[in-house]
């Protein structure tokens, strides 16, 4: 079983770049984690204030251990000062995975 978690997190579009230096510091770090498969946040195509989050975790003590790690305290305070309008994030508890025909 795997911890997925994924949301939208939209900003004021005017700190877009800001965001995006705390995201890359923030998926550099977390990709570095025991127990994270996948890490990643990026900026929508077509709204420059929204940001996609999906991250896949093996254990809910990885994910748990995450939420505590320091550059997740120093991601949170950067939030502070980007003009957070909404954040909608949830996590999910998932089977094996299967390919997906393209």
């Known amino acids: 079983m795997s911890i997925i978690v994924a949301g939208i997190m939209r ?3 005017a700190n877009a770049e800001k965001a995006k230096a705390a995201v890359i510091k923030m998926m550099r770090a977390t ?3 025991p127990g994270c498969r996948f890490y990643n946040i990026s900026a929508d195509l077509e709204d420059g204030g929204t ?3 999906c991250e896949e975790w093996e254990s809910e ?3 748990a251990s995450h939420m505590q790690a320091p550059h ?3 991601f949170k ?3 502070g000062g980007l003009g957070v309008r909404a954040l909608d994030i949830k996590r ?5 995975g299967q390919p997906v025909s393209v």
């Open 31 to 33: 990709r570095q984690e």
């Open 51 to 53: 940001f996609h989050i």
């Open 61 to 63: 003590a990885a994910l």
């Open 92 to 96: 999910y508890e998932a089977s094996a």
């Open 77 to 79: 305070i950067a939030l």
């Open 72 to 74: 997740m305290n120093e």
């Open 11 to 13: 900003i004021d579009p």
